[in-house]
């Protein structure tokens, strides 16, 4: 007896301990017991998954397969999935499906067999990989296109100079003008090249010490002209920004394409927010932002409330010649030419953006090293103090490891918290008489209810809960897109734990956040 008590201790020891999801089921494949990152993976409350199918964590298709391959195992002991390990897709209570690393046990108990399964979550790697494999791809594509244009330069000018000097030694008008439009045909593809050649890093950049936010200021003094009265444009420039080392007319012509493209993507109107801040990426934002160098950066932010872009045109935005704008001219050649030259600034360039919520564009570029070293020791310690005293924070996002992050990094600031893969979910959860003292919701949420659907009716239905709303768009360009007449404070992501800390601080203090 005293043997069987200490296995069993050690068993739930383990099972606690265990970072992965372990589910334990008998041979009819009815789960006997889970640990507690089994929960959290599957978005079950403990003890929820007890005495269900398995088949609970599977889609559909795969829980046919396995019925199917346990029928035959239990009948001709030819294994299939046992003492296996491969990758298979996952299913949470709300019905998202996504990548797991499988491996399946078998022990035999006092009256029947066991199945152990532990589940690792492939759903951060897969992102990275993904992430690792676009970059990989555009840098390719930018050494092909280099050697192409490099190439092509060459033709054209042995093409420009022989045209002019057959200009100079004709005298004959009619052949004059041929030889204009060939030479004007010439240059235009040079400067076709001349384009791709900033794609492909390749171009000559010269860089000065620069203040975006004068930069920006100049800039935005030509854009109001180019996109009329029409289109109403934003300005959040922080005051103490750091400089950079940039090609300032590079740097406009950047600006000038996202700006037009949003214009193109926003219809007959709209709205366009442009923002400035110094921002510091750490090891927080490597979860959120792939493919960012640690360090503190200066991030020019260009904002549009238009069409949005689908899964596809984010996936190839970057690439050259890529568009949808095909049917009233556009090159593709635009948002090529902003990240080529961003990425030889040695910066980074984010995209944010949802199917009819309109686009989000951050340009990262290096501060100096001098200021950036003033502002290493700025904030440090009390970005991780404690500011709470248990009170409960309900966590809203529907990305499960953005959903972690964020629940680490509020329990490291004293809080206690609660999560909720949707709005939808968390409306029910508060219904139900789940406590809490502040929601902190993201804003694009699958379901019903978006984030701003979800705060109007917390503010309504709960007035004592505070609100803080966070997102990759940042700007009340979405907020007037999705709830009319609302107006709620929106924490930029990616954010510092210190932006966190102060917009909470805020509203325990009982501010408003801004």
Same mark, same amino acid.
Not at 368 to 397: C, D, F, N, Y
Not at 439 to 451: I, K, Q, R, Y
Not at 511 to 514: I, K, L, T
């Given at each position: 007896?005293?043997? +069987?008590?200490r296995?069993?201790?050690?068993?739930?020891?383990?099972?606690?301990?265990?970072?992965?999801?372990?589910?334990?089921?008998?041979?009819?494949?009815?789960?006997?017991?889970?640990?507690?990152?089994?929960?959290?993976?599957? *978005?079950?409350?403990?003890?929820?998954?007890?005495? *269900?199918?398995?088949?609970?964590?599977? #889609?559909?298709?795969?829980?046919?397969?396995?019925?199917?391959?346990?029928?035959?195992?239990?009948?001709?002991?030819?294994?299939?999935?046992?003492?296996?390990?491969?990758?298979?897709?996952?299913?949470?209570? !709300?019905?998202?499906?996504?990548?797991?690393?499988?491996?399946?046990?078998?022990?035999?108990?006092?009256?029947q067999?066991?199945?152990?399964?532990?589940?690792?979550?492939?759903?951060?790697r897969?992102?990275?990989?993904?992430?690792?494999?676009?970059?990989?791809?555009?840098?390719?594509?930018?050494?092909? +296109?280099?050697? /192409? $244009?490099?190439?092509?330069?060459?033709?054209?000018?042995?093409?420009?100079?022989?045209?002019?000097?057959l200009?100079?030694?004709?005298?004959?008008?009619?052949?004059?003008?041929? /030889?204009? !439009?060939?030479?004007?045909?010439?240059?235009?593809?040079? %400067?076709?090249?001349?384009?791709?050649? /900033?794609? $492909?890093?390749?171009?000559?950049?010269?860089?000065?010490?620069?203040?975006?936010?004068?930069?920006?200021?100049?800039?935005?003094?030509?854009?109001?002209?180019?996109?009329?009265s029409?289109?109403?444009?934003?300005?959040?420039f922080? &005051?103490?920004? &750091?400089?950079?080392?940039?090609?300032?007319?590079?740097?406009?012509?950047?600006?000038?394409?996202?700006?037009?493209? $949003?214009?193109?993507?926003?219809?007959? =109107?709209?709205?366009?927010?442009?923002?400035?801040?110094?921002?510091?990426? !750490?090891?927080?934002?490597?979860?959120?932002?792939?493919?960012?160098?640690?360090?503190?950066?200066? =991030?020019?932010?260009?904002? &549009?409330?238009?069409?949005?872009?689908?899964?596809?045109?984010? @996936?190839?935005?970057?690439?050259?010649?890529?568009?949808?704008?095909?049917?009233?001219?556009?090159?593709g050649?635009?948002l090529?030419?902003v990240?080529?030259?961003?990425?030889?600034?040695?910066?980074?360039?984010?995209?944010?953006?949802?199917?009819?919520?309109?686009?989000?564009?951050g340009?990262?570029? #290096?501060?100096? #090293? %001098?200021?950036?070293?003033?502002? $290493?020791?700025?904030?440090?310690?009390?970005?991780? @103090?404690?500011?709470? %005293?248990?009170?409960?924070?309900?966590?809203?996002?529907?990305?499960?490891?953005?959903?972690k992050?964020?629940?680490?990094?509020? =329990?490291?600031?004293?809080?206690?918290?609660?999560?909720?893969?949707?709005?939808?979910?968390?409306? =029910?959860?508060?219904?139900s008489?789940?406590?809490?003292?502040?929601?902190?919701? !993201?804003?694009?949420?699958?379901?019903?209810?978006?984030?701003?659907?979800?705060?109007?009716?917390?503010?309504? %239905?709960? #007035?004592?809960?505070?609100?803080?709303?966070?997102?990759?768009?940042?700007?009340?360009?979405?907020?007037?897109?999705?709830?009319?007449?609302?107006?709620?404070?929106?924490?930029?992501?990616?954010?510092r734990?210190?932006?966190?800390?102060?917009?909470? *601080?805020?509203?325990?203090?009982g501010?408003?956040?801004?």
């Open positions: 007896m005293e043997r +069987t008590a296995d069993s201790a050690v068993l739930h020891a383990i099972l606690e301990a265990a970072v992965d999801a372990i589910v334990i089921s008998d041979e009819n494949g009815n789960i006997v017991e889970t640990n507690e990152a089994a929960s959290r993976m599957f *978005q079950y409350t403990p003890g929820e998954m007890v005495g *269900q199918s398995v088949n609970i964590l599977m #889609p559909n298709g795969v829980a046919t397969q396995h019925d199917s391959f346990m029928l035959h195992y239990r009948r001709t002991g030819t294994r299939h999935i046992l003492g296996t390990n491969r990758d298979v897709q996952g299913r949470r209570k !709300d019905g998202t499906v996504f990548p797991v690393h499988l491996s399946v046990g078998e022990t035999s108990g006092a009256s067999r066991m199945f152990i399964g532990i589940f690792h979550d492939l759903t951060q897969k992102t990275a990989q993904e992430a690792l494999a676009r970059s990989q791809r555009l840098d390719a594509i930018g050494q092909m +296109t280099g050697g /192409i $244009a490099h190439d092509f330069n060459n033709l054209l000018t042995v093409v420009i100079g022989n045209l002019e000097l200009q100079q030694r004709t005298t004959e008008d009619r052949q004059a003008a041929l /030889i204009q !439009d060939a030479l004007e045909s010439a240059e235009l593809g040079a %400067e076709l090249t001349s384009r791709l050649m /900033i794609f $492909a890093r390749k171009s000559s950049l010269k860089p000065e010490r620069t203040n975006l936010r004068t930069l920006c200021e100049e800039t935005l003094a030509l854009l109001r002209r180019t996109l009329g029409r289109y109403v444009i934003k300005t959040d922080a &005051d103490d920004l &750091d400089p950079v080392m940039i090609d300032p007319v590079q740097l406009q012509s950047a600006l000038v394409n996202l700006a037009l493209n $949003a214009r193109d993507a926003m219809g007959e =109107r709209g709205e366009l927010l442009i923002s400035t801040a110094n921002v510091v990426i !750490d090891d927080s934002y490597i979860a959120q932002e792939t493919d960012i160098e640690p360090g503190h950066y200066v =991030r020019l932010s260009v904002i &549009d409330n238009g069409a949005g872009m689908d899964a596809e045109a984010k @996936k190839r935005a970057f690439e050259p010649f890529f568009t949808t704008k095909a049917d009233t001219g556009g090159t050649l635009g090529a030419m990240y080529g030259f961003v990425r030889q600034s040695g910066g980074h360039i984010t995209l944010y953006s949802e199917d009819g919520l309109g686009t989000s564009f340009l990262y570029f #290096p501060a100096l #090293p %001098e200021t950036a070293a003033g502002r $290493a020791a700025q904030g440090g310690s009390a970005a991780s @103090k404690a500011i709470a %005293e248990g009170e409960v924070v309900l966590i809203v996002e529907d990305n499960p490891h953005v959903r992050l964020s629940v680490e990094r509020i =329990r490291a600031l004293g809080f206690a918290t609660k999560e909720a893969p949707s709005g939808d979910e968390a409306y =029910r959860m508060l219904k008489g789940v406590h809490a003292d502040i929601l902190f919701s !993201d804003l694009v949420m699958p379901g019903e209810l978006n984030g701003y659907d979800l705060a109007a009716k917390v503010a309504a %239905e709960f #007035p004592r809960i505070k609100i803080l709303l966070t997102s990759g768009y940042a700007s009340d360009i979405v907020t007037n897109s999705m709830a009319e007449g609302q107006s709620y404070s929106v924490l930029h992501k990616p954010y734990q210190a932006e966190l800390s102060a917009r909470l *601080q805020a509203l325990l203090a501010a408003a956040p801004g």
